[in-house]
């Protein structure tokens, strides 16, 4: 069954530096979005990128964050200089079609650790 | 404003107990889905009640939604321990816009 994958499962980062996380997006979807979530608290939503340019993105996301679709499968999101509160479980998420939202396929996660 | 915001928080049951999971949220919708998230794992789509329906199955999940409230609730049917995650609701297409809007989540607990 497609699914899927994002590395690292886990980053340990020291606080300044510049994180990127990978996902590779199931392979015939359009829609893509990563989501984040701090331990115990909600899922929330990050950004959304469609036909190689962000269609949405959240307060969070802010010039700090930057997502790209280097080639026809990664999907990244990068933290340019990783803040205390930036630790969280990022989770990247991709869907099949447009019109109105349906189902999300979610990765597992990567977990950011910053010190 | 806060979209999909779950009740309870916590629920502990015992095995074979219904398990009934609330969700309001505050503006219109297109759809309104459930997920469910395995402790440190990713969220995995339970069900997808569109704004026009009022109920929907699958399997031992039922779903309600009720509009006029805004509100759904997710009714999981002779519980089992492998039940135990946490649940989150998600509302799509809010004013248009092509993302899901998660709420707190309820941990739900079965106890064997």
């Known amino acids: 069954e497609p699914e899927v994958t994002q590395t690292p499962s886990h980053q340990v980062t020291q606080m300044g530096q510049e994180v990127i996380l990978r996902c590779v997006p199931i392979?015939?979807?359009?829609?893509f979005y990563w989501y984040r979530q701090i331990l115990g608290q909600k899922v929330e939503f990050l950004v959304s990128f469609y036909n190689n340019e962000i269609s949405e993105k959240s307060e969070i996301f802010d010039d700090q964050f930057s997502v790209e679709r280097p080639d026809g499968s990664n999907f990244t999101l990068k933290i340019r200089s990783t803040k205390l509160e930036d630790s969280a479980m990022y989770f990247c998420?991709?869907?099949?079609?447009?019109?109105?939202?349906?189902?999300?396929?979610f990765g597992e996660g990567s977990r950011l650790t910053v010190l | 404003s806060q979209q999909g915001e779950e009740d309870p928080q916590a629920l502990s049951i015992q095995e074979g107990e219904n398990a009934t999971m609330n969700c309001s949220y505050k503006?219109?919708?297109?759809?309104l889905q459930w997920y469910r998230q395995n402790s440190g794992r990713g969220l995995v789509h339970l069900i997808l009640?569109?704004?026009?329906?009022r109920e929907k199955h699958s399997g031992r999940l039922r779903v309600t939604l009720d509009t006029s409230k805004k509100s759904s609730s997710l009714l999981i049917t002779a519980s089992r321990a492998a039940d135990t995650a946490s649940y989150f609701c998600?509302?799509?297409?809010?004013?248009?816009?092509?993302?899901?809007?998660f709420g707190q989540g309820t941990r739900l607990t079965i106890n064997p």
């Open positions: 009640i569109r704004s026009n329906e």
């Open positions: 998600a509302t799509g297409g809010v004013q248009g816009a092509q993302k899901l809007v």
């Open positions: 392979s015939n979807h359009l829609y």
């Open positions: 503006t219109s919708i297109n759809n």
């Open positions: 998420a991709s869907r099949a079609s447009g019109g109105a939202i349906g189902e999300l396929f």
